[in-house]
């Protein structure tokens, strides 16, 4: 997989999951992250919160799923989260 793919993936899409990433590219989510650390640093794209109780207290939510990232610099607020499915 290449940088550009997984950013212009992430362009069309505007927000992706890791899981979403692995399974579009057929990559190991531990490769995916690696690849989207690197387009944090470049102020790419950014990683969208979830809110505190996703994944933390029910254990349905599988990390790949609910960790998510999205096209661009985050915002100054830093307001954008996301909820889990089965909220």
């Given at each position: 997989?290449?940088?550009?793919?997984?950013?212009?993936?992430?362009?069309?899409?505007?927000?992706?999951?890791?899981?979403?990433?692995?399974?579009?590219?057929?990559?190991?989510?531990?490769?995916?992250?690696?690849?989207?650390?690197?387009?944090?640093?470049?102020?790419?794209?950014?990683?969208?919160?979830?809110?505190?109780?996703c994944?933390?207290?029910?254990r349905?939510?599988?990390?790949?799923?609910t960790?998510?990232?999205?096209?661009g610099?985050?915002?100054?607020?830093g307001?954008?989260?996301?909820?889990?499915?089965?909220?």
């Amino acid at each position: 997989v290449i940088l550009t793919d997984i950013g212009n993936y992430l362009r069309e899409r505007q927000c992706a999951s890791v899981a979403d990433i692995a399974n579009r590219f057929d990559a190991d989510p531990e490769a995916v992250r690696d690849m989207l650390s690197i387009l944090v640093r470049k102020q790419r794209i950014h990683r969208v919160r979830t809110l505190t109780g996703c994944g933390s207290s029910c254990r349905k939510c599988d990390s790949a799923a609910t960790e998510l990232y999205a096209w661009g610099r985050q915002s100054e607020e830093g307001l954008e989260q996301a909820a889990c499915p089965d909220s």
